[in-house]
């Protein structure tokens, strides 16, 4: 199946006069089932509709929107799949210098808060066209929200935008709902009862039985109605539970639906049989290609959903909790696609999703009483409920080996270290070791400290030590030299330097020193931005500690990599601040020597000379007239 049309020559060679819709998106245009575009152009063209894709316009005028005319339905706008404002910029909110989901990998070619600036320009363009958002920026910012970049509260993205709705979550659902209904004849403003989407009114009457938020000048001003809110949206994000959410504004008031049910087996894995190009569009290739596709194009997506419930990370507001995982049919057709591909060098990079060994419901209860409101799967302890179970993933493993021109399968998207030594059946373990990682496996325990693992909701420190105990131990009996890397955050909510020094010696405790370190990132929809916002843990209604200072971050991610000269002054500071001396001195348990290292200090003293006012006159060349000594 060809990409789809691009420019109006495209469109009309295929004998329409006009798109049914027009998808405009922040990000390049690659159709892969890893992009979120490419899946609901896809859906929409399978139940018969025409899609139009606008990918990357030029903000700056209407000149591109313009381009296939206005569409019979609507227009359908995304900023790609990341937040155009994290895509943009680091958590020290400096510009990043590269895109991968641009051509060349460029940065600069959409918008900060694309989702707002492409609905603003098609309106200017079609003041009465429909215009529907969705894709992840939509989906994290569809209620009043904390922006980390503005550092205040922003009203819903659906009134910001101007926008008729907003479709969240994963989507395949309700836009077919949406387009079904559009193509009957319903205007957009009469589209109020479809799951999964989000609208806006002035009637309250009209809304019905719903839960009322505090309002928005409430949340803007008053961080324990901020924390109120939030915990009432995340206690609706189940398909079975959730009620209808109402937040009040005075513009209005916007209205969230229930979520959409989660994709059946049979339906993920239509979805993934779809005759996507699998690569980006060829407009791209004498620009260097779109980098974002080389890690995703021989990799299989295998599920959908989380039990895990990391405070940060919001795939529970994004996909919800239950899993749903594709059939070993499915992803091997696709494996064997891959096969195909004339750059396939007899590599599958991942087998995952969300987390790679979620492959069915956490318990059977779920998909009849949903997930539970009042307790997590995994955190604080294992819930007795859970069903604890590799097999269905060690075998497609095993048929996915067996695929002629499949020379490894490596698993690269987030393992639950502690839903796996949980298992007490060690087959896929011992398979992992010897079958699906080259050297090293990487890990996310996150921290050690078990104040700042309860604030993440993370497991505590010993259920990783039992991992990687066991790890090192199937390793020794397969005779392989395989370690695990973790994956280690600075200044999350509830860690203070104390944590941070307690992170540093367990680093030098088991050799370990990362080359990046990562700093929490506050983004929209988790549970830790709201706990760094507020300074409350929503849960339970107490204040939390939250690291904000610049110089104190700076001092926290020093602490992870503590053995790097640059380092050394912050490191101390830290050290000092927190009363832990001990830590500096010639023993083996100290971090740091009583004074700088001495190639540091050659290296600033001759920072400091070139920095005196060099002579700008020519120096006389020295020859060296002696003879050197043999």
């Known amino acids: 199946m060809p990409f789809l049309p691009v420019t109006k020559e495209e469109m009309l060679k295929r004998g ?127 209620l ?105 504004y005075r513009e209005g008031i916007v209205v969230q639906n229930p979520p959409s049910p989660p994709l059946t087996e049979e339906e993920l894995d239509r979805v993934y049989s779809l005759p996507y190009m699998r690569t980006y569009h060829p407009m ?48 091997v057709e696709e494996a064997v696609l891959m096969t195909e591909e004339k750059d396939f060098k007899g590599y599958i990079h991942d087998v995952g999703g969300p987390t790679a060994n979620f492959m069915q419901p956490a318990c059977k209860k779920q998909l009849k009483a949903g997930a539970c409101k009042d307790r997590q799967c995994l955190f604080p302890e294992k819930c007795p409920n859970l069903i604890v179970d590799h097999k269905r993933y060690l075998r497609v493993l095993r048929k996915l080996r067996n695929i002629p021109k499949v020379k490894k399968v490596f698993i690269r998207s987030g393992l639950r270290y502690d839903y796996l030594i949980y298992d007490k059946d060690e087959s896929f373990f011992n398979e992992l070791c010897k079958y699906h990682i080259s050297g090293q496996l990487r890990i996310a325990p996150e921290h050690v400290s078990d104040r700042v693992l309860e604030k993440m909701g993370k497991p505590k420190k010993e259920v990783y030590d039992r991992f990687v105990k066991k790890f090192d131990e199937i390793n020794r009996k397969c005779g392989l030299d ?3 890397i973790p994956y280690l955050m600075s200044s999350h909510p509830g860690s203070d330097l104390k944590a941070a020094v307690e992170l540093a010696e367990y ?7 990362p080359e990046q370190v990562q700093d929490f990132y ?28 610049p110089h104190e971050k700076a001092m926290q991610r020093a602490l992870m990599q ?35 290292p001495i190639e540091d200090v050659r290296r600033n003293n001759k920072n400091n000379q070139n920095t005196k006012t060099k002579n700008t006159a020519k120096k006389k060349t020295i020859r060296n007239t002696h003879k050197k000594k043999r």
């Open 16 to 142: 329409w006069e006009r798109p049914d819709f027009v998808y405009v998106c922040g990000d390049a245009y690659v159709d892969h089932s890893s992009f979120g575009a490419a899946i609901i152009c896809r859906v929409l063209e399978s139940h018969g509709y025409k899609v139009c894709m606008i990918a990357q316009p030029d903000w700056h005028s209407t000149d591109d929107f313009k381009r296939f005319g206005e569409p019979r339905l609507a227009f359908l706008v995304s900023a790609g799949n990341i937040d155009s404002m994290v895509n943009h910029y680091t958590v020290a909110k400096k510009r990043r210098s590269k895109d991968a989901y641009s051509p060349g990998g460029k940065a600069g070619l959409r918008p900060d808060r694309a989702t707002i600036v492409y609905c603003n320009k098609i309106r200017e363009a079609y003041k009465n066209a429909a215009i529907i958002i969705g894709g992840i920026e939509a989906s994290l910012r569809r």
């Open 144 to 248: 009043s929200h904390y922006d980390y970049w503005d550092n205040k509260v922003r009203r819903s993205i659906l009134l910001d935008s101007g926008a008729d709705l907003l479709l969240y979550g994963m989507g395949e659902h309700q836009i077919i709902e949406m387009a079904d209904a559009l193509d009957s004849g319903l205007p957009v403003s009469e589209l109020t009862f479809l799951r999964g989407t989000v609208y806006k009114t002035r009637d309250r009457e009209r809304i019905g039985d719903c839960i009322w938020l505090p309002n928005y000048t409430e949340t803007a001003s008053d961080k324990n109605k901020y924390a109120e809110s939030y915990m009432i949206q995340y206690g609706n994000t189940d398909f079975v539970t959730a009620k209808t959410l109402a937040e009040e």
């Open 284 to 331: 791209y290739e004498s620009m260097g290609g779109i980098p974002a596709i080389e890690e995703i194009k021989f990799s299989l997506s295998a599920n959908r959903g989380c039990f895990g419930s990391c405070n940060f990370c919001a795939i529970t507001f994004h996909q919800g909790r239950i899993v749903t995982a594709r059939s070993d049919k499915s992803l």
């Open 482 to 484: 395989q370690y695990c």
């Open 507 to 513: 680093l030098r405790d088991t050799g370990h020193m």
């Open 522 to 549: 506050p983004t929209p929809g988790t549970m830790s931005t709201c706990m760094y916002y507020t300074e409350i843990d929503p849960r339970t209604g107490k204040k939390v500690y939250v690291p904000k200072n």
């Open 562 to 596: 503590y053995r790097v000269p640059a380092n050394y002054d912050l490191v101390k500071e830290a050290l000092i601040k927190v009363g832990r001396e001990d830590l500096i001195g010639f023993t083996p348990h100290c971090l740091i020597r009583p004074q700088k």
